[in-house]
């Protein structure tokens, strides 16, 4: 079975530049998160959608962050402009539904420099 | 206070010792909770669930306290490739997305 599956796996931009992040869940599964994780913060919950529709997004750190479910299939996380303390591991997870375990793709490592 | 608090660690200990984790949440509201175990430059995985009763799967048992508002990972006869870290995860109370814990770091040593 296909898991969480997240594009690219690995992004190195300019300051400045933007950044796009892509996830595609678990077919069948009604909820999405993205996180983030650092060393300093651990993993921080940016936002989570239901249905496609977002529910919590007071984890986004600032208006440079922006998160879209087009579909049940498809998400992106857009960083514009990127800054370097943006630099992390972005990682997508889905679960079948709220408060059920979440199953998380391999992650984006972004580095802005 | 963390909504969810763990000891970070490290903690090293020998091939064959019982190591047990501790997790403390602040919200009496949560209802699910979870370990899992994230190995160095890799996505967290699900290890087990916890359940009030407690339970048990292989050498790991997760135990549930609510009126403590703990909840705790025990692994016994550790393996080598029990070395990882273990992250304790909690539902933020009525807003029912997960929230995850520092993390825990256990080294197990030959």
């Known amino acids: 079975d296909a898991g969480v599956i997240q594009s690219p796996r690995h992004e190195v931009t300019e300051m400045g530049q933007e950044v796009t992040l892509r996830c595609k869940p678990i077919?069948?599964?009604?909820?999405l998160f993205w996180y983030r994780q650092t060393m300093m913060r651990g993993l921080e919950l940016l936002i989570y959608f239901n249905n496609n529709v977002p529910i919590d997004d007071s984890g986004m750190p600032e208006d440079r962050f922006s998160a879209k479910m087009p579909n049940a299939s498809f998400s992106t996380l857009k960083i514009q402009p990127s800054e370097p303390r943006d630099s992390a591991v972005y990682f997508c997870a889905s679960s079948l539904k709220p408060n059920t375990e979440a199953f998380f793709g391999q992650g984006t490592r972004l580095t802005v420099v | 206070r963390k909504e969810v608090e763990q000891d970070p660690g490290p903690f090293n200990v020998p091939e064959g010792a019982t190591v047990a984790f501790n997790c403390t949440y602040s919200?009496?509201?949560?209802?699910?909770f979870f370990w899992y175990r994230q190995d160095c430059r890799k996505e967290p995985k699900l290890l087990m669930s916890?359940?009030?009763s407690g339970n048990e799967d292989g050498r790991f048992t997760a135990q549930l306290n609510r009126a403590s508002q703990y909840i705790s990972l025990l692994i016994r006869d550790s393996k080598l490739s029990d070395s990882a870290t273990y992250l304790c995860?909690?539902?933020?109370?009525?807003?029912?997305?997960?929230?995850f814990g520092s993390g825990t770091q256990l080294t197990v040593l030959p």
């Open positions: 919200n009496s509201a949560s209802q699910s």
């Open positions: 916890v359940y009030s």
């Open positions: 995860v909690v539902n933020k109370g009525s807003a029912r997305q997960l929230t």
């Open positions: 077919s069948g599964h009604n909820s």
